[in-house]
């Protein structure tokens, strides 16, 4: 059962545009949300993460959005460039389970010049 | 944040043989964890490396299969043993601490044929 569900799976977007990225989970026990972004032959680096108790948290040109209720939330990037094509990973875990993380399928994000 | 280290970066292995890929940390860690990651597709978690005593498995994974050890806060090693060429996978390393970010290696590239 895929507790995290992503979307969409690959995203085109222009240079300067917004680029939202989109996780819905199940699990309402999870309390801690975070993003991370993976580059063709590196590891996941963490972006931005967020807990349940704020309902958006900006980090530069990143910001997550949290829907408590609807569970869900979201990634934006302002100003995308092409230096942030990528594959970002949401994921969620909780704390009882000792931070174990699951992951959402991926998108693949290409920025267009 | 945490410096982690694995070994090998990359390996060719041939069928039935094992091999076992490296962690280590630069500082000590409360949390270590093995994912997996096949070509394409998100992380699956393989198990919690427990200092001191035997990991703990998620559904679908087994010790027999893949063994891992954790003699202390800063080292773990992970056994892929009898691969398979379904076995062929990016093995990342990921550590933390209870309730914060959780940090990846490069992971280790494994091809097997």
């Known amino acids: 059962q895929q507790q995290v569900k992503q979307s969409p799976q690959s995203l085109i977007v222009q240079k300067g545009g917004i680029s939202i990225i989109n996780c819905a989970y199940e699990n309402t026990a999870f309390d801690y949300f975070p993003w991370y972004q993976q580059f063709p032959g590196k590891g996941p680096a963490l972006l931005i993460a967020i807990r349940p108790d704020v309902s958006e948290k900006k980090e530069g040109r990143f910001t997550i959005s949290f829907n408590k209720s609807a569970k869900q939330f979201s990634l934006h990037i302002m100003d995308s460039q092409p230096g942030d094509s990528a594959t970002y990973f949401c994921?969620?875990?909780?704390?009882?389970?000792?931070?174990?993380?699951?992951f959402g399928e991926g998108t693949q994000l290409t920025v267009n010049p | 944040s945490a410096v982690i280290s694995q070994k090998p970066s990359r390996d060719i292995c041939q069928r039935g043989t094992s091999l076992t890929i490296q962690c280590q940390v630069d500082s000590q860690v409360t949390m270590m964890f093995w994912y997996r990651q096949q070509p394409g597709q998100s992380l699956t978690l393989i198990a919690t490396?427990?200092?001191?005593?035997?990991?703990?498995?998620e559904s679908g994974f087994v010790i027999d299969k893949f063994p891992i050890s954790r003699p202390n806060l800063t080292f773990s090693t992970l056994t892929v043993s009898n691969m398979s060429p379904e076995d062929s996978s990016i093995y990342l390393c990921?550590?933390?601490?209870?309730?914060?970010?959780?940090?990846f290696g490069e992971g280790s590239w494994l091809t097997v044929v």
């Open positions: 490396a427990n200092q001191g005593s035997e990991a703990t498995y």
């Open positions: 994921a969620a875990s909780k704390e009882t389970s000792g931070s174990r993380l699951t």
């Open positions: 990921s550590v933390g601490e209870m309730g914060n970010t959780i940090y």
